[in-house]
């Protein structure tokens, strides 16, 4: 697909490591699969892939954690 930031590069099967931040809850989340942008590095996650992440987050938030690294499991 065309990024739609750039708008120049094509994006290709890769990984990234996402941020999420909420409150005092930092997660990490290494390996996460995504379309990523050959041109700008932007990277675009699926929707099941936005759910699993999600849902890590908010497990971390509920059990108090400040910082959660995670390896992302395929």
């Known amino acids: 697909?065309?990024?739609?930031?750039c708008k120049h590069g094509e994006t290709r099967p890769g990984q990234v490591t996402?941020?999420?931040?909420?409150s005092e809850?930092?997660?990490?989340?290494?390996?996460?699969?995504?379309?990523?942008?050959?041109n700008c590095g932007e990277y675009y996650l699926?929707?099941?892939?936005?759910?699993?992440a999600l849902k890590k987050a908010e497990?971390?938030?509920?059990?108090g954690?400040?910082?959660?690294?995670?390896r992302f499991a395929a």
């Open 59 to 63: 497990s971390a938030v509920r059990n």
């Open 18 to 22: 996402v941020t999420l931040q909420r």
């Open 25 to 38: 809850t930092t997660v990490i989340l290494k390996n996460v699969p995504a379309e990523v942008c050959q």
């Open 1 to 5: 697909m065309n990024c739609l930031f």
């Open 65 to 70: 954690a400040e910082l959660e690294i995670v």
């Open 46 to 52: 699926s929707e099941s892939v936005t759910d699993r």
